[in-house]
T-cell receptor
Framework: DAGVIQSPRHEVTEMGQEVTLRCKPISGHNSLFWYRQTMMRGLELLIYFNNNVPIDDSGMPEDRFSAKMPNASFSTLKIQPSEPRDSAVYFC?????????????FGQGTRLTVV | DQQVKQNSPSLSVQEGRISILNCDYTNSMFDYFLWYKKYPAEGPTFLISISSIKDKNEDGRFTVFLNKSAKHLSLHIVPSQPGDSAVYFCAASQTQGGSEKLVFGKGTKLTVNP
């Protein structure tokens, strides 16, 4: 398996524009996580899905952020409108329960810069 | 509110010596703990884990210790090697409705000097 695939790797956009980040989890994994990494807050959990259903979105910063998982092989994180403070590296991770506990596998991340 | 805390943003050690990275957590519902390693421009990769029913887990040069009463865990790397230089994230897992919520600390940047 190619692992968790995120696109794009880098995104530069102007303030106010819509940004969509994409993630393809590892085939067979049933949990998907979106994280944001910043110097101040480290790896911050934004939202996670189990079997394509959002379980906990309490980490989503505000209504400008939304995430979907229309099927088991694809998820998006959308920011509309984007702001400079959204600049960060966004990671997607997936996992599968195995023997009771799991480890999550991460994609390489999308570096978002909002100017 | 940071449920998983890594209070040391950085740590520097000499090659061959022991590296000790610390992590504290506040949520007593966490029952599985993991350490991840991250190199620049890459995603974090799983390193080692421990269940709350254990107090120690060892894998080669890496050992994780868990003190439940103190809500504290630590990662020991011995001997440390220059290739271990990376950011190390502590993570804690809590089961929610059949799925698992995985929460990370801010990370500790380890530098191993030759």
């Amino acid at each position: 398996d190619a692992g968790v695939i995120q696109s794009p790797r880098h995104e530069v956009t102007e303030m106010g524009q819509e940004v969509t980040l994409r993630c393809k989890p590892i085939s067979g994994h049933n949990s998907l996580f979106w994280y944001r990494q910043t110097m101040m807050r480290g790896l911050e959990l934004l939202i996670y899905f189990n079997n394509n259903v959002p379980i906990d979105d309490s980490g989503m910063p505000e209504d400008r952020f939304s995430a979907k998982m229309p099927n088991a092989s694809f998820s998006t994180l959308k920011i509309q409108p984007s702001e400079p403070r959204d600049s960060a590296v966004y990671f997607c991770a997936s996992s599968m329960r195995r023997g009771g506990r799991t480890e999550a596998f991460f994609g390489q991340g999308t570096r978002l810069t909002v100017v | 509110d940071q449920q998983v805390k890594q209070n040391s943003p950085s740590l520097s050690v000499q090659e061959g010596r022991i590296s000790i990275l610390n992590c504290d957590y506040t949520n007593s519902m966490f029952d599985y703990f993991l350490w991840y390693k991250k190199y620049p421009a890459e995603g974090p990769t799983f390193l080692i884990s421990i269940s709350s029913i254990k107090d120690k887990n060892e894998d080669g040069r890496f050992t994780v210790f868990l003190n439940k009463s103190a809500k504290h865990l630590s990662l020991h790397i011995v001997p440390s090697q220059p290739g271990d230089s990376a950011v190390y994230f502590c993570a804690a897992s809590q089961t929610q409705g059949g799925s698992e919520k995985l929460v990370f600390g801010k990370g500790t940047k380890l530098t191993v000097n030759p």
